[in-house]
């Protein structure tokens, strides 16, 4: 979990690194900052509990850790799609960079069309409202991650693959 929290480090440090709104940007890097620091009090804990055997205080201290380390992964997928929205430079020629602008742009686009769908629905009730019944979630970033297949998601996308793996490599 610990490195999980690491590759979302990453990735909302590149794209606060190219999102154009500097607002976005500073939110994006907030969140990441705070995401690093729990994820590394999480690692602490977890060495920790595994010297010092099981106690109910430190099962407790390990589970609250990694309570506030999937709230701050979701503040950072927030704060990330609040950057995608409001859109991103040209990154440079760098891979992991190129591949998590091409992700961001991917489900920018899912959520264009699926915004424009709604717009176009005329599926109204008696007051002109849009009725919610039925009615699909907007798509997230989150949501775009899940929808890989598990197999996928660890395979390597380039022949000369090196050992490490990408953002874009590794589930979030």
Request: hydrophobic share 35%.
């Amino acid at each position: 979990m610990v490195s999980d929290g690491q590759v979302v480090v990453k990735f909302g440090n590149i794209l606060a690194k190219h999102c154009l709104d500097q607002r976005c940007s500073m939110e994006l890097l907030r969140a990441t900052e705070h995401t690093q620091s729990i994820s590394s009090q999480l690692s602490i804990v977890a060495r920790v509990k595994a010297v010092t055997g099981e106690s109910k205080a430190s099962s407790e201290l390990l589970l609250s850790n990694v309570q506030n380390l999937i709230q701050s992964v979701q503040h950072v997928w927030r704060a990330a799609e609040a950057a995608c929205v409001k859109g991103l430079g040209q990154p440079p020629a760098d891979r992991e960079e190129e591949e998590v602008a091409a992700f961001c742009q991917q489900w920018r686009k899912k959520l264009t069309l699926y915004r424009a769908k709604e717009a176009l629905n005329s599926d109204r009730d008696e007051l002109g409202l849009r009725k919610t019944r039925g009615a699909k979630a907007e798509p997230t970033l989150m949501s775009l991650v899940q929808e890989q297949p598990l197999w996928c998601r660890n395979i390597p996308k380039h022949p000369n693959s090196r050992k490490e793996h990408t953002v874009m490599d590794r589930h979030l």
